[in-house]
């Protein structure tokens, strides 16, 4: 079983930045970032690959967000840059229980996910 648990969610004007954390139990896993907002249908932000060692982006979010992790603290991070209202959603941590490396379209797939926090609301006001 692995837990989830994210922070770091809040109110932020346009042009902002926000930093997002994801503390997990259980080991080292595949792990990513997916938003939903109002009225529409949850959407891969990032992804991590086990090791740290390859990061994945979505077109609106690529050059203005990092994902990171800290494996010794087995926590996951998003760094937010240059938010736009459009980014306003809840912010879901998800953990695909993996120690292999896949090619891009894995990490996308919600699908590929096995455990999910309960998400954390990023509000970006124009």
């Known amino acids: 079983q692995v837990q989830l648990v994210e922070s770091g969610g809040g109110l932020v004007q346009a042009g902002g930045s926000l930093r997002l954390s994801c503390a997990a139990s259980g080991r080292r896993y595949a792990m990513g970032w997916f938003r939903q907002a109002p009225g529409k249908e949850r959407e891969f932000v990032a992804a991590i690959n086990w090791s740290g060692g390859s990061t994945y982006y979505a077109v609106p979010v690529k050059g203005r967000f990092t994902i990171s992790r800290d494996n010794a603290k087995n926590t996951l991070y998003l760094q937010m840059n240059s938010l736009k209202p459009e980014d306003t959603a809840n912010y879901h941590c998800?953990?695909?229980?993996?120690?292999?490396?896949?090619?891009?379209?894995?990490?996308?797939?919600?699908?590929?996910?096995?455990?999910w926090g309960q998400g954390t609301q990023v509000t970006v006001s124009s």
């Open positions: 998800a953990a695909s229980v993996t120690q292999y490396d896949y090619s891009d379209d894995y990490y996308r797939n919600l699908g590929n996910y096995d455990y």
